[in-house]
Structure formats: structure tokens, C-alpha cells
């Protein structure tokens, strides 16, 4: 039995306890499981934009669908995973306490696994938010809230309980994870629900679009960051078997950093109909992040200074500080991309993705499997099964996700030179957008490449694990410690007030979530309450019943993905798509549908630059109107009808959230939506489509995407008279 | 009310006001961090992972 508190005490003030490992070995499986899948999707859908025969035809799983699995596989179920097993690994460790209750232990687990099982059904379902990384709907939304709920009295509880006075610094990145997270995701999903798998949010257009980005870039940064920096903290010098290299350095880390993180959402809004201000605050807070962000790095491969050479044969070491590496790489990068002039070329380009991947792979995975290299052969109390198998991962790793960055730095970098490219008549150099793809397909391999060598690593590292927990003793016994509870720790007198503030979890963690709530309330405030913030434009109005329901048909199948709806104030923005989007004209849309990727074209004033027919051939097969395109084919968009007894609901929905419908169109909705179809499909019947369309899916999307930007079109007298 | 003032706030300050409330943030924090006499209690709690847990 050891003694953890290493004083000289009376023996009968001593309490003997156990850590509850079973529940940190469940979260590795689910970790080791998630992230098979999570990398399995991302190659598929990596191939499916190198050659769009990879979508087979099939609506489940077409890239629109597959993208948003992908990535909250990689995200909640994969990265997730891991950080519930770390917290909980570490948590009992630095509190000297069994977790508070083992049955909301399970609870935790069992109902996260079915989130994730069910979401990832209900996306290939077509069942999505249209809110990237926010995509579950309402009812899986309020089951992550539970769950989350359930994690964080598990783990309050725990503190509450512990035996060590002080909260070491990585509780403290924990507890603002949990706080934070809780708080981004209940306020970005509030939503008011039009059938059992449909809601539309409350914010609208601009202020959807700041909420979502609040929430987005928050998510990366509560969600994928300030947990994995508690467990670097932790873990890094368990490996190092040295402390860290600077305490104070990790307190500066966490206060600037849970400070100012929460401001910088707006930095994926940067000349967008956004106002001015939001977007400099954006640009301004990430640019300091990268003093937090660096310190923090310093800190951790500091710390492994005097152990370098055990890099040479110690995989935990190896992988922690590659990944520390990567942490530093990609959060230079990040600030240097939030910078409006660098935003103004990268924006909507695979820069961002490569960016994204060198932040998921190279810090999250490489750190995920150096906590792994270290706790699972001590919690199976064993040897890791080969080392050599585990250098072959990382070199494939390391291999992989450098293919993947560089392809994806060379794509960003050539569509954003292509895209703004203009000759000596001030016209684009490459006006077919069609073009600027082609150009980067071979960069499309690379990265399918990349990705598949990442993939490949994971294998072996899960076959090195299974090999490994196969070879553990079994039947070992539990390990029971004893330490004296805190009533008999003594208190050091004039302890100073952070000292006591840090010993008090409740009251710290009301500091940490007024450092956070500073900025979103500041930033967010404003847009649902100021009057000036959004101005209006009367020519601005609301969808029609057929275009609602053709919108949500948009939404279902992710073809925001691809496609942005927020044409920027730039030259060449203006010459390929039409006037710069204002933040009037999206102030109906309920999820905003900005964007922010262009591996097609802006559709923000799509609508009547080509006629219903080339539309419906181009959904039916994009390549019958645009040899080169990589869409997939929407082939059941021809064959499911169109909901249309749903229309007023999703009406009284909109109209109760304040969008200007009157009792007779909502009185009137399936009948003005039915003539809408009746009327597009007549058109289409000239060109030798049969009638039986006008109900089908196809035609009401028709009638969405040729609403796009006609409200502020300018008209000649001709048109004005036809309409 | 509010609505009023906000829509009178001059927002375009708001940049420069928040990193003045940071940069007041941050160095109190690094002059507190730094006091006279932090050290030994500093030394002390970085050991705490590496306490002896029965790893």
C-alpha cells in the first residue's frame, strides 16, 4: 500500500482507497474504436474529392453527408474519448481520490457512445443543424448537455473529494473545458424543434453566423485544446519523470489563454457582412494567442529537457513531443491566418483544412497516442507489446500528416492566387471556377495518400495495443492507496488568496467562466440587441414556402460543405460572383448558410444566372453541364417527394421567431408551395422532363437556389414587367 | 434602454478598450506570480504528478 501523503501522521487518520481504472480502460476502447472510423471516413471522403465516383451514388454516405460524420467522429467520438479517459486517469491521480460515483461513471460512457452511434445515423440520415461541428439535432443536442452534465458533477464530485490540497494546473484546464464547452453548446443549439428531427435555430443570418463561430472556434478550443494542454501537463512529465518546466508559465498559459481564446471566433467571419469592429476584435485576440499559445509549448517540450534522449526508444516520449511540435506549428499558423490580408487569399481554400488537420492529427492524434504509449501498460500492469511496431507508427504518423499539410498548403495557396487573379483589362485570368479545381486535384491524391498513411499507423498502433492488453497478467488485483483526507492536512497560515481560490473548485470555476463569458458577451451581446447592428434592406424578404422547404433539402445534404453564400468586398469577388453580400440579405435564414469552404463556387447570387433546366441536369449528373465538375450525382433528389404537410409547421416556426409571414400564407402555405412546383415543373416539361417531378425533392431545391440574391438584384424594366 | 446605448456605443473602440482591460489582466498576473517568496510553494506543487501513485 502507498503512502500518498508522505507525512507523519496518526495511522488511524489515514483513508485507504482505489482508483476506478475500469472506467478510464472503457474510454480507451471507445477511443481506439472512434478513431478507426473517424480516419476510415476521412479517407473516404478524401477520395471522394479526388474522384467523385467515390460517392457510388449513394445518399447516405455522399461527401455532403460523410464530411460532417468525419468530423464529429474524429472530434466527439475519437478525440472525445481519449480526453474522458485521460481527465478521469489523471483526475483520481491529482485528487488522491476514487472518482465521486462509479455508476454515473458508466452512465457517462454507455450514454456517450450511443450519442455518438446515433448521430452518426441520424447525419447519414440527412438529420443535420446545417451548423458545422454543431450538426446533432435538438434531441441529441439536450443529450449532450445531460451527458455533459453527468461528466461534470462526476468530475466536480471528484474534486470536492480529493486528498491533495492545491488543484494542480491541469484540473484547472478541465474545469474550464467542462464549464466552457457546456456553455458554448447550449447557447449555439438553442432551437426551436418543427418535428422530431428538425429545429431552426433562434439567431438569424449575421448573428447565427457569429454564435456559430463563437461556438466553432471555441470547440476547437475547449473541445480539442485546453483539455489536451491539462493532459500535457499531466502526462508530460509522468513520461519525463521531471516537473514541469515552469509552474508559473502553466498559470500564465491558462488565465491568457481562457481569456482570450473565446474572443477570436470571429476570425472565420473576416470580410463577411460581419460588422467591422467584431472582426477586428477576432483578428486582434487570435494574433495574442500566440503568446499563450508559444508559452504553453515552451513550457511543455521544455519539460522534457535532460530527457531527450530517451525520445530515441520511449514511444510515450517521442509522440508527446512530436505533438507538442505540431501544437506549436499549428497555433503559429492559426494567428497568421487570422490576419485580414493572409485571411483575405487563404479564406474558403484548403489552407484551412491542411491548418485543421495539422491541429487534429499532428497535435490530438500524436498526443492521444503518447497518453496511450504510457497508460496502458500501466493500468494493464504490463510492456508495451514492440516497440518497434509503435516506431513504425509514428514515422508513418509523422509521414502522413506532413503529405496531408503540404498538399493542402499548395492547394490553399494556388485556388486563393487563382481565384483573385485578374489581367491587364481588369478581368479574372481564370473566370470558369471549374478551372481553379481542376488545378488542385493532384493535391487531392497527395492528401488521400496522406490521410491513408495515417490511417494505416492507427491500425498498427491498435494492433501493438491489442497485442499488448493480450499479453497483460490477468486477474490483477486491485490496488488500494492511502492517504490522509484534507480535515487533517495541515493549512499553511497567511496562505495567500489564489492559494485558497485555487483550493476552492466552486469559486474558481466561477473565475474561469467569467474570463470566458467577458468576451462572448461583449461579442455577442451587441448583435442580438442593438438595433444598428444589422441594417435593413426592404427589398429583403422572406422565402416562400416551396423555397423553405428546398432550403432544408440544401441544408440535409451539406451542400454548404462545399459551396459559400457570402460573396466578400474584394475585386475579384465581385467580377466572378456580383456585388458583396450584406448582412441584410441573409437575415431570414435560419441556419445561416455562409459557409466556409469553396470547393465549389459562392451561390450567394446563383439564383437566375442559369435557367431551372440546367439546374435539374446539373443535380440529375453535374457532368452533363460542366465536363470537369467533381460533384457527386443527387440522383434521389429525383425520386423522394417533397414533405409538403410539414411546410407550415417549419412557416409557424419561422413566423414565431419573428420572420414576417401573414396568417393567409401560413393559412395557405402547401397550396402557394404546390403552385410554386407546378409552375417550375411546367418549365421543365418543355424541355422534356415528365410531370411526375413537380412534387419530387429536386424541384423544390430548384426553387431555393434560384432565389439566391434575386431580392437585391438590380432589374431592368423588362424583368421587373415579367415578374 | 440598453438597445438605446448600444446603438450609440462606439464599437469601433471596443478593439483597443478589451486589450487595455488584457494587458491589465496579464500583468497583474505576472507581478502576483512573481511576488517575493513564491518560489518554494511553486517547487512544491509541480511535484504533485510526480507523487508517488503506485505507478
Same mark, same amino acid.
Given at each position: 500500500?502507498?503512502?500518498l501523503?508522505?507525512?507523519? !501522521? ?16 472503457y474510454?480507451i476502447?471507445g ?12 479517407v473516404? $471522403? ?8 467515390f460517392?457510388?451514388?449513394?445518399e ?6 460523410l ?7 474524429a472530434?466527439?467520438a ?14 483520481q491521480?491529482?485528487c ?20 455518438i452511434v ?9 438529420n443535420?443543424?446545417?451548423?458545422e ?6 434531441p ?9 452534465v ?5 468530475f ?9 490540497r492545491h488543484?494542480?494546473?491541469a484540473?484547472w ?10 456553455v ?6 438553442i ?14 443570418g ?7 463561430w463563437?461556438? *466553432?472556434?471555441?470547440a ?6 485546453t483539455p ?26 491558462f ?12 476570425h472565420?467571419?473576416l470580410?463577411?457582412s ?6 477586428? =476584435?477576432g483578428m486582434v485576440?487570435s494574433?495574442?494567442l500566440w ?5 504553453g ?17 520511449e514511444?510515450?516520449?517521442?509522440? #508527446?513531443a ?6 506549436g ?13 493572409v485571411?483575405?487569399? $487563404? ?18 492524434y ?6 496511450l504509449f ?28 506532413l ?5 493542402m498548403w499548395?492547394a490553399? =495557396?494556388?485556388?486563393g492566387? #487563382?481565384?483573385?487573379? =485578374?489581367?491587364?483589362?481588369?478581368r ?6 471549374v478551372?481553379?479545381?481542376?488545378r488542385i ?5 497527395v ?32 490496488e ?5 483526507p ?6 499553511v497560515?497567511?496562505? $495567500?488568496? !489564489?492559494?485558497?481560490i ?8 466561477i473565475l474561469?467562466?467569467?474570463a470566458?463569458?467577458? *468576451?462572448?458577451v461583449?461579442?455577442?451581446?451587441p448583435?442580438l440587441?442593438?438595433?444598428n447592428?444589422v441594417?435593413r434592406?426592404?427589398?429583403?424578404g422572406?422565402?416562400?414556402?416551396l423555397?423553405?422547404? *428546398?432550403? +432544408?433539402?440544401?441544408i440535409?445534404e ?5 459551396h ?7 475585386v475579384?469577388?465581385?467580377l466572378?460572383y456580383?456585388?458583396?453580400?450584406t448582412?441584410a440579405?441573409s ?16 451561390l450567394?447570387?446563383v439564383?437566375?444566372k442559369y ?30 417527394k ?11 416556426? #419561422? ?11 401560413l393559412?395557405?402555405? =402547401? ?15 418543355a ?6 417531378v413537380? +412534387?419530387?425533392e429536386?424541384?423544390a ?9 434575386q431580392d437585391t ?10 415578374d | 434602454m440598453?438597445r438605446?446605448?448600444? /446603438?450609440?456605443?462606439?464599437? /469601433? ?15 497583474s ?8 517568496? /513564491? ?7 509541480e511535484?504533485i504528478?510526480l ?5
Open positions: 500500500m502507498n503512502d501523503t508522505q507525512k507523519p !501522521h496518526d495511522e488511524s487518520q489515514y483513508e485507504t482507497f482505489s482508483y476506478d481504472d475500469n472506467l478510464v480502460k474510454f476502447y477511443t481506439l474504436f472512434w478513431g478507426l472510423v473517424a480516419m476510415i471516413a476521412g473516404w $471522403a478524401a477520395l471522394q474529392l479526388a474522384d467523385w465516383r460517392n457510388f451514388g449513394l447516405w454516405v455522399s461527401f455532403g453527408r464530411r460532417p460524420i468525419h468530423t464529429n467522429a472530434i466527439f475519437f478525440v472525445g474519448n481519449a480526453m474522458f479517459a485521460g481527465v478521469y486517469h489523471s483526475t491521480r491529482l488522491r481520490a476514487r472518482l465521486y460515483n462509479d455508476f454515473l461513471g458508466r452512465v457517462h460512457f454507455w450514454g456517450w457512445q450511443l450519442i446515433l448521430g452518426a445515423l441520424s447525419l447519414g440520415m440527412g443535420t443543424m446545417g451548423k461541428y454543431a450538426e446533432l439535432e435538438w441529441l443536442a439536450i443529450a449532450i448537455a445531460v451527458i455533459w453527468v461528466f461534470a458533477v462526476n466536480f464530485g471528484t474534486l470536492w473529494r480529493r486528498r491533495e488543484m494542480y494546473v484540473l484546464f478541465y474545469i474550464a473545458t467542462i464549464v466552457t464547452v457546456a458554448l453548446h447550449i447557447v449555439n443549439n432551437s426551436i424543434p418543427i418535428d422530431f428531427m428538425k429545429s431552426y435555430p433562434i439567431y438569424a449575421v448573428q447565427d453566423a457569429l454564435v456559430q463563437w461556438y *466553432g472556434h471555441n476547437v478550443a475547449f473541445f480539442l485544446t489536451f494542454l491539462g493532459l500535457m501537463y499531466y502526462y508530460v512529465p509522468k513520461a519525463a519523470m521531471r516537473p514541469v518546466y515552469s509552474y508559473r508559465l502553466s498559470i500564465i498559459h488565465w491568457s489563454l481562457v481569456f482570450i481564446y473565446i474572443w477570436a471566433g470571429p472565420h467571419l470580410y463577411s460581419l460588422p467591422d469592429w467584431v472582426q477586428t =476584435v485576440f494574433i495574442a503568446a499563450p499559445s508559444w508559452g509549448m515552451i513550457n511543455g517540450l521544455l519539460t522534457i529537457r535532460g530527457a531527450w534522449a530517451r525520445l530515441r526508444t514511444p510515450t516520449l517521442k509522440f #508527446m512530436t505533438a507538442i511540435t505540431f501544437y506549428m499549428s497555433t503559429f499558423e492559426g494567428p497568421l491566418l487570422s490576419i485580414k490580408s485571411n483575405a487569399l $487563404a479564406h474558403y481554400t484548403d489552407w484551412i483544412i491542411g491548418h485543421v488537420h495539422s491541429g487534429t492529427i499532428g497535435w490530438n500524436m498526443l492521444i497516442a503518447g497518453i504510457y497508460m496502458i501498460p500501466k493500468i494493464w500492469k504490463t510492456e508495451i507489446y514492440s516497440i518497434r511496431l509503435a516506431n513504425w507508427q509514428f514515422w508513418l504518423a509523422t509521414f502522413g500528416v503529405l496531408y499539410i503540404v498538399s499548395t490553399g =495557396v494556388t485556388q492566387l #487563382m481565384w483573385r487573379a =485578374v489581367d491587364e483589362a481588369g479574372l485570368v481564370y473566370p470558369n471556377f478551372e481553379t479545381v481542376i486535384l493532384p493535391m487531392y491524391y492528401r488521400a495518400v496522406g490521410g491513408f498513411l495515417v490511417l494505416i499507423s492507427f491500425v498498427i498502433m491498435l494492433y501493438n495495443f491489442f497485442k499488448t492488453i493480450q499479453g497483460a497478467p490477468k486477474d490483477i488485483p486491485v488500494k492507496f492511502k492517504a490522509l484534507l480535515i487533517h492536512q495541515r493549512v497560515h497567511g496562505e $495567500a488568496a !489564489h492559494r485558497r485555487e483550493g476552492l473548485p466552486f469559486i474558481f470555476s474561469a467562466t467569467i470566458i463569458l467577458v *468576451g462572448s461583449v461579442e455577442i451581446i448583435s440587441i442593438a438595433q447592428f441594417e434592406d426592404s427589398r429583403v422572406p422565402y416562400t414556402p423555397e423553405i422547404a *428546398g432550403r +432544408d433539402i440544401y440535409t451539406g451542400c454548404y460543405l462545399c459559400s453564400q457570402q460573396i466578400r468586398p474584394m475579384a469577388e465581385k466572378r456580383g456585388d458583396p453580400s448582412a440579405e437575415i431570414y435564414d435560419r441556419p445561416f448558410q455562409w459557409g466556409s469552404r469553396r470547393i465549389g463556387p459562392d450567394a447570387r439564383g437566375g435557367p431551372d433546366m440546367w439546374h435539374y441536369r446539373h443535380m440529375w449528373n453535374p457532368r452533363e453541364v460542366i465536363s470537369q465538375s467533381i460533384m457527386p450525382s443527387y440522383e434521389w433528389l429525383f425520386k423522394k417533397v414533405d409538403f404537410e410539414v411546410i407550415p409547421k417549419k412557416i409557424r416556426v #419561422m413566423k414565431a421567431l419573428g420572420v414576417p409571414y401573414t396568417d393567409e400564407q393559412a395557405d402555405a =402547401v397550396i402557394l408551395a404546390k403552385a410554386q412546383a407546378e409552375m417550375i415543373t411546367e418549365g421543365l416539361i424541355s422534356g422532363v415528365p410531370s411526375s413537380k +412534387d419530387k429536386i424541384i431545391l430548384i426553387a431555393y437556389l434560384q432565389r439566391l440574391g438584384k438590380e432589374r431592368t424594366k423588362e424583368e421587373v414587367v415579367n | 440598453i438605446e446605448v448600444l /446603438s450609440r456605443f462606439p464599437f /469601433s473602440l471596443m478593439p483597443t478598450i478589451v486589450m487595455l482591460v488584457f494587458v491589465v489582466f496579464f500583468l498576473m505576472v507581478f502576483w506570480l512573481y511576488r517575493r517568496g /513564491s518560489t518554494d510553494f511553486y517547487k512544491k506543487i511535484q504528478p507523487k508517488e501513485d503506485g505507478e
